[in-house]
């Protein structure tokens, strides 16, 4: 892992949860972005080096909206980044985590994500992320 590079937080609405977070952390939210493959909303901050993440679902089926029926509201993830977020499942995968798919998936913010099972964290979904090209 080179960085924690964001957190995500799951939140029920995100025009009720973006105010709240633009007055605490003191910064405007910089983009906010849909993931349809995900069934996802996303919105972003910047604070220092990380990034908060609040994401929103758009479905009832969506792991969003599995998550806050579960859970409840609160923190999703930790989002790590790596070099290679295909090497890293396949590297993880084999130190005995347990990846949730084996290929990269495009994710928000302009990434290719790998997320890994929370029961390989101590309860913790863990992501891998990565830069993509635009094209
Ligand atoms: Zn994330």
Same mark, same amino acid.
């Given at each position: 892992?080179?960085?924690?590079?964001?957190?995500? *937080?799951? =939140?029920?609405?995100?025009?009720? &949860?973006?105010?709240?977070? $633009?007055?605490?952390?003191? =910064?405007?939210?910089?983009? *906010? $972005?849909?993931?349809?493959?995900?069934? !996802?909303?996303?919105?972003?901050?910047?604070?220092? &080096? !990380?990034?908060?993440?609040?994401?929103? &679902?758009?479905?009832?089926?969506?792991? *969003?909206?599995?998550?806050?029926?579960?859970?409840?509201?609160?923190?999703?993830?930790?989002?790590? &980044?790596?070099?290679? !977020?295909?090497?890293?499942? *396949?590297?993880?995968?084999?130190?005995?985590?347990?990846?949730?798919?084996?290929?990269?998936?495009?994710?928000?913010?302009?990434?290719? !994500?790998?997320?890994?099972?929370?029961?390989?964290?101590?309860?913790?979904? =863990?992501? =891998?992320?990565?830069?993509?090209?635009?094209?």
């Amino acid at each position: 892992m080179r960085a924690l590079e964001h957190i995500g *937080i799951a =939140v029920r609405s995100l025009q009720e &949860a973006i105010p709240r977070w $633009e007055r605490l952390l003191g =910064v405007p939210c910089y983009k *906010i $972005e849909e993931v349809p493959s995900e069934g !996802v909303r996303t919105a972003f901050f910047r604070v220092g &080096a !990380v990034k908060i993440e609040l994401l929103e &679902a758009t479905r009832p089926d969506s792991p *969003i909206a599995r998550f806050l029926e579960r859970r409840g509201e609160g923190i999703h993830h930790l989002a790590f &980044a790596v070099d290679d !977020v295909r090497q890293a499942l *396949i590297a993880l995968g084999e130190k005995g985590f347990a990846p949730l798919h084996e290929e990269p998936r495009p994710g928000a913010d302009n990434k290719w !994500v790998g997320f890994f099972h929370p029961r390989s964290a101590n309860g913790v979904l =863990v992501e =891998v992320c990565q830069d993509r090209e635009e094209s």
